[in-house]
């Protein structure tokens, strides 16, 4: 080509190489950002859907499940799934696209020759899905030993107050270990084998080279293929490998984003058993009439907890339950707000089943306050409103008020601001419940359930957080689980459950006249003996 024409051409060529590049810019750019803000996203909103999923889930799912193991999917596991969304498609694109081209090319120069290098590259592939099959089993196990791990600390830092009170920071640290241990083993045991993956995998590539040197060597030999052309076919062979070394790479993320994505499948594949009916319908006007109806209950398909329970308690009653631990008590106040469904029979809220009442309606009916306390991290009023989060600033007093905790809340520093600490640690006993009692006022639900709200407090403060009880439980339909006795005297009807079922029934003086089992436990606590 004359000199002139090349020197002619140039700056064209230099003009399109730089556009190439240009665009390449931009692509590159697109990848790296918008990729990545693609898998943000993407984590996002799985992690929404999955909290959201979590959130419909019954009692039944999380007496079996633990807290650690979801945070463990909630967290990591989402991440690397958004990872392999954005990387994965990318690199399989680009890494499909370079071999297929590159194979193409090399069928032209030398068919025969290609035929042997397409041999050698079927057996590594078997040889690569027979070891991702296996990666994906160990980093499966993985993910389950992580979720042990936050599990344990998760454990251990809720309880530590618990734990430097028996001083068995020992036993803390034996009980991560083991599971620290557990997580390193399964981890080494990932690495190993994807040590024999991209080992293997580098064996083979190598055995590609001495393939084409041997063929080509032979060829040339029978003089069926040019030196040149062996030169030509081994440089083609390098771009037909690098997307191979891309996608071996590219291995460790795919399965630790495929193992995450089978957690996270299995949880929002599973269903909630308590949902609502399509004609479910919204409780109005609630008068607070209670019938439990046949019931039998069951939890897993176990020990009969319930067996044919049959009970009436009339709007505006109080009604009280005591009897040994184990006897169903909560069982049966857990069924009226439908955290658990019967195995059999019906709970009824003004003659309407509780499993033809939106959930919604049903739970925003029913006030509960319970022994364990929960207080979330943030400030008094935040949790006062949790009860009711639209009310106004004068409601919120009103409750603290009728619950007796304002004047204690306006002698802090920051009133209603101030902030209570994780599980309200800044606050007593005597002090949560009272929050607790205002959630409740604030509420102002026509039935109430009061399971063993005074059973951890000491003899001062359970009598003064009696008296907003009692204000509180004033014309509303109201059940009390208690072990202190004394704190159900003037229940309307008191209701004695073993393991048999219901045993007694009957007011105060009725059931101490009868000198049955009620009349022992009695007899029992005022001779200072505590019934637990």
């Known amino acids: 080509m004359d000199k002139h024409i090349i020197l002619h051409l140039i700056p064209y060529i230099g003009i399109i190489l730089i556009a190439i590049y240009a665009v390449k810019y931009f692509c590159q750019y697109f990848i790296a950002s918008w990729g990545h803000i693609m898998g943000a996203r993407m984590e996002n909103n799985m992690r929404k859907d999955l909290f959201y999923h979590l959130q419909k889930m019954p009692f039944s799912y999380y007496d079996e ?37 590159s194979f193409i090319i090399l069928t032209f120069i030398n068919p025969k020759m290609t035929i042997i290098l397409l041999a050698v590259t079927v057996i590594m592939v078997i040889f690569s899905v027979y070891q991702n099959n296996r990666m994906q089993k160990v980093f499966m196990d993985n993910r389950q030993k992580m979720g042990n791990i936050n599990a344990s600390v998760q454990d251990s830092l809720l309880g530590i107050r618990i734990v430097k009170s028996f001083a068995n920071e020992r036993i803390e640290r034996e009980k991560f270990d083991k599971n620290n241990n557990a997580y390193r083993i399964s981890r080494e045991h990932s690495y190993k084998i ?32 040019r030196i040149s052309d062996l030169a030509i076919y081994a440089l083609y062979i390098n771009i037909f490998i690098n997307p191979i070394d891309i996608l071996i790479n590219f291995a460790e993320q795919f399965q630790k984003g495929f193992a995450g994505f089978k957690r ?63 006897g169903g008590k909560t069982t049966i106040c857990s069924l009226l707000p439908r955290f658990y469904d019967v195995s059999s029979g019906s709970v009824m809220i003004d003659g309407i089943d509780v499993r033809d009442i939106a959930l919604e309606s049903l739970r925003n009916s029913i006030g509960i306050v319970q022994q ?4 979330f991290s943030g400030t008094l009023r935040d949790n006062i409103k949790y009860g009711k989060p639209e009310a106004s600033e ?8 009728e619950a007796n905790i304002h004047d204690y809340i ?50 001062e403060s359970e009598s003064f957080i009696q008296k907003s009880l009692e204000k509180l439980a004033k014309n509303r339909t109201t059940i009390i689980i208690a072990h202190r006795l004394s704190t159900i005297r003037n229940a309307d009807e008191i209701i004695v459950i073993d393991d048999e079922g219901i045993k007694e029934r009957g007011n ?25």
Do not use: C, W
């Not at 000198?515 to 005022?526: D, E, L």
């Open 65 to 101: 499940k633990n807290t650690g193991q979801m945070m463990s999917i909630l967290v990591s596991d989402l991440f690397d799934i958004s990872e392999l969304a954005h990387h994965g498609p990318e690199n399989v694109f680009i890494s499909g696209v370079k071999i297929i081209g």
């Open 194 to 225: 994807m040590g024999r993956f991209i080992a293997g995998n580098a064996f083979f590539e190598g055995l590609l080279y001495v393939v084409i040197l041997v063929t080509g060597a032979f060829f040339i030999s029978k003089g069926t293929l």
């Open 264 to 326: 996270f499948i299995k949880i929002v594949d599973t269903e909630p058993n308590i949902v609502d009916k399509k004609d479910a319908v919204t409780l109005k006007n609630v008068k607070g009439n209670i019938e439990y109806k046949n019931v039998y209950f069951s939890y897993n398909d176990q020990k009969q907890i319930l067996d044919n329970v049959n009970l009436k308690i009339d709007a505006g009653k109080k009604v009280a339950f005591v009897g040994p631990s184990g």
């Open 372 to 375: 364990d306390v929960y207080l």
């Open 394 to 401: 004068e409601d919120v007093i009103i409750a603290a008020k």
């Open 410 to 459: 306006m002698s802090l520093d920051n009133g209603y601001d101030t902030y209570v600490g994780e599980r309200g640690v800044k606050l007593s006993g005597g002090q949560k419940q009272r929050i607790s009692i205002a959630r409740v006022f604030l509420e102002n639900p026509p039935i109430l359930i009061l399971d063993e709200a005074t059973s951890a407090l000491d003899n």
């Open 508 to 532: 105060h003086e009725e059931l101490l006249e009868k000198g049955g089992t009620y009349s022992y436990y009695y007899n029992m606590q005022f001779e200072g003996l505590d019934i637990k």
